[in-house]
């Protein structure tokens, strides 16, 4: 036992450098600000009162958890079927499917976004396609329609493989016990498929929706500077303006929001009734 503590010393001591020691000073720069003196501080919460009372920010906020809940919408219609039709599929042909989803991946996220500038902007392949049809090109890049895209393309795995997973798992003598109870494919569907799959959907939303809402680099390339969302703000207050009380605040913020989302999906996770089998 004296040995295995000894073992999580070192873990602990990484814990507390590199996630603790942070943390808390997030929180003691977001709930303080620099005094007449410029080496004493004050604690205040004026960071928050400017943040909340100025609907710029809180504007800003809005658009984010707006974004953040269509990327999440969209990763579910696509990510869903994808995963229905890779967990159907057999041998090679899942390997190569799973493989098609994973590939990309492997390709840091920076890399991937930069490549749909690319696409997108006005001399692009899509406006060249576009061209050659005699059609006029359309302004793809820089758009709300260019980041949400973005975001779609880089999330939508964690979707697909976290929904796979649920539907790999699942036992398919139930879809024969369902067939046998005179259930058609669309009732089995219905009431077995799809109830055992939700713990793969929530995990999804998680792994969506957290990103999305607090991305910066994505806004920032696909949308030039002129789609700001917080992760934006954050990302400016730190390295542009110097304010890092403020900053530290909007991110202690979000901290609360990201938080709260996962207690609820947590929540409907565990009040899921398709937890305890799926009903015929």
């Known amino acids: 036992m004296r040995q295995f503590r000894n073992m999580t010393y070192p873990y602990i001591a990484w814990i507390s450098a590199m996630i603790v020691a942070p943390l808390l000073l997030i929180l003691l720069y977001a709930f303080t600000t620099k005094g007449n003196d410029v080496t004493t501080i004050r604690f205040t919460l004026e960071n928050f009162t400017k943040f909340f009372s100025d609907p710029i920010y809180t504007d800003v906020l809005k658009r984010s958890l707006v974004v953040a809940v269509i990327t999440t919408i969209i990763c579910i219609l696509i990510g869903y079927p994808s995963a229905y039709i890779i967990a159907r599929a057999e041998g090679k042909t899942k390997v190569m499917l799973l493989l098609l989803i994973t590939i990309p991946m492997w390709i840091n996220m920076l890399v991937r976004t930069y490549a749909w500038i690319g696409i997108l902007q006005d ?142 999906t947590k929540k409907i996770d565990k009040n899921d009734p398709s937890r305890g089998g799926a009903t015929l």
């Open 123 to 264: 001399d692009g392949i899509i406006n060249t396609i576009l061209g050659w049809f005699g059609m006029e090109p359309i302004k793809l890049l820089y758009t709300n329609f260019a980041v949400i895209l973005g975001m779609v393309y880089n999330f939508v795995p964690f979707m697909i493989l976290q929904i796979y997973t649920s539907l790999e798992k699942m036992d398919k003598s139930l879809l024969e016990a369902a067939s046998d109870l005179g259930a058609n494919k669309i009732e089995s569907f219905i009431r077995v498929t799809l109830p055992l799959s939700l713990p793969g959907v929530i995990s999804g939303i998680t792994l969506v929706f957290l990103p999305s809402v607090s991305s910066f680099v994505i806004p920032k390339l696909l949308g030039g500077g002129q789609y700001v969302l917080i992760g934006n703000v954050i990302e400016t207050q730190f390295l542009t303006s110097g304010n890092w009380n403020f900053g530290s605040a909007i991110s202690l913020i979000m901290a609360i929001i990201i938080m709260l989302s996962m207690y609820i």
